[in-house]
């Protein structure tokens, strides 16, 4: 398996939501890679894709994963479905994960709608990508219930965001 590079990172997200759009499941991604589209931060370091999905469409992704030959691994817990790219590592060697994370268990109390969503072309596939003030919302929450080294750099993206204008 290799590193996964930016480009590597941009193709796999247009794989994944052109299957997303023709299995006709909701979705929106978010974290570092939305993060990094939204602002054009092409210093952001990405470790994975995040998309949040509904747990009642969690067998259907399943499903999509296994039967595009997407070279990932689906396992599912009780709150996500981690795909395990069986190409790419993340700069730590790690198998490069894409998780498609409950809407329920992590979004729903933060009034983020999976209807409304900013979307943009990418070569052809459109991307739905959580809107800038819902993003400042996942972050917002992540300081509030992190403890980790991940404060400060939830703090930079929120102080980036908050000065985008939409």
């Known amino acids: 398996m290799k590193i996964i590079s930016i480009n590597e990172i941009r193709d796999l997200t247009k794989t994944i939501c052109e299957a997303l759009n023709r299995y006709e499941i909701?979705?929106?991604l978010y974290g570092s890679y939305a993060y990094s589209l939204l602002t054009k931060d092409s210093t952001t370091l990405v470790n994975d894709i995040d998309v949040v999905i509904s747990d009642k469409t969690f067998?259907?992704?399943?499903?999509?994963?296994?039967?595009?030959?997407?070279?990932?691994?689906?396992?599912?817990?009780?709150?996500?479905?981690h795909a395990n790219s069986l190409t790419y590592t993340d700069k730590n060697g790690e198998s490069?994960?894409?998780?498609?994370?409950?809407?329920?268990?992590?979004?729903?109390?933060?009034?983020?709608?999976?209807?409304?969503?900013f979307e943009i072309n990418m070569e052809g596939i459109n991307?739905?990508?959580?809107?800038?003030?819902?993003?400042?919302?996942?972050?917002?929450?992540?300081?509030?219930?992190?403890?980790?080294?991940?404060i400060e750099d939830y703090q930079h993206k929120l102080s980036r965001l908050e000065s985008l204008k939409y």
């Open 127 to 150: 991307l739905k990508l959580i809107r800038p003030k819902d993003l400042i919302k996942v972050y917002k929450q992540g300081i509030r219930s992190s403890n980790t080294d991940k």
């Open 96 to 117: 490069f994960d894409i998780s498609f994370d409950s809407f329920e268990y992590y979004f729903k109390k933060l009034k983020i709608d999976l209807d409304n969503y």
């Open 59 to 81: 067998n259907k992704v399943i499903e999509m994963i296994v039967n595009n030959n997407l070279g990932l691994k689906p396992i599912k817990t009780s709150r996500s479905i």
């Open 26 to 28: 909701k979705y929106l």
